[in-house]
Structures are given as C-alpha cells and as structure tokens.
Nanobody
Framework: QVQLVESGGGLVQAGGSLRLTCAAS????????MAWFRQTPGKEREFVAG????????TYGDSVKGRFTISRDNHRDLVYLQMDSLKSEDTAVYYC??????????????WGQGTQVTVSS
C-alpha cells in the first residue's frame, strides 16, 4: 500500500503559476509510476500528467501540454506538478496517483486526498 499526500494548492490569478507536491510513503517500490489527475464537480476525473520511475518518460494530457511539467525526486519520494500559464478551466481538485504501469485509467492505483486549485479570471 502506498500513502500519498498532496500539498501546494490554492487560489491564483489567471496567467499565474503554482507548484503541487505529492509526498509518497509506504510500499512506494510497488507502484513506481506516478501521475496527477484532476476533477471538477459533475465531471469525470481527468488525466493531467504521468511520469515513470526514472523520470525519463513523461506524458501529458492535451489540455495542459506546454504549460504543466511533472517531475520527481526519488530520494525524497516526492512528485511535483509545476503549473504555469494557469487558466480558469484548470480549476479543479488535483489528485496524486501511484500505479504500476503507464496506463492512465482513472480508477487504478493508490490516491491521495486531493488539493484544491482555483484559478480566478
């Protein structure tokens, strides 16, 4: 079992930046692939970004490509999501996810409790 705790959410103006952090603990070796998803009320959970254990392979959802960057620090068991050029449509609860493969189904793996990101226009 992997435990995940997100932090770094908040209120930011459109065009601004935020960095989310996910701290992983427990059997992290069992779920080496890390990802961020987001969800707004009444909508399906959406894949945002994913990264393999080495950090050499990264995947992004179409809506965030070129604006968001995922990275990780394996020594500290941390995963980051740098969000730049934020838009109002980025407003959502952001969830950290740990899984075994780079298959971005919206229900697999372990999940954090989420952190709210609100972008004001």
């Amino acid at each position: 079992q992997v435990q995940l705790v997100e932090s770094g959410g908040g209120l930011v103006q459109a065009g601004g930046s935020l960095r989310l952090t996910c701290a992983a603990s427990g059997r992290t070796f069992s779920a080496p692939v890390m990802a961020w998803f987001r969800q707004t009320p009444g909508k399906e959970r959406e894949f945002v970004a994913g990264i393999d254990f080495s950090g050499g392979m990264k995947t992004y959802g179409d809506s965030v490509k070129g604006r968001f960057t995922i990275s990780r620090d394996n020594h500290r068991d941390l995963v980051y999501l740098q969000m730049d050029s934020l838009k109002s449509e980025d407003t959502a609860v952001y969830y950290c996810n740990a899984r075994t493969t780079m298959n971005w189904d919206t229900s697999g793996g372990s999940w954090g409790q989420g952190t709210q990101v609100t972008v004001s226009s």
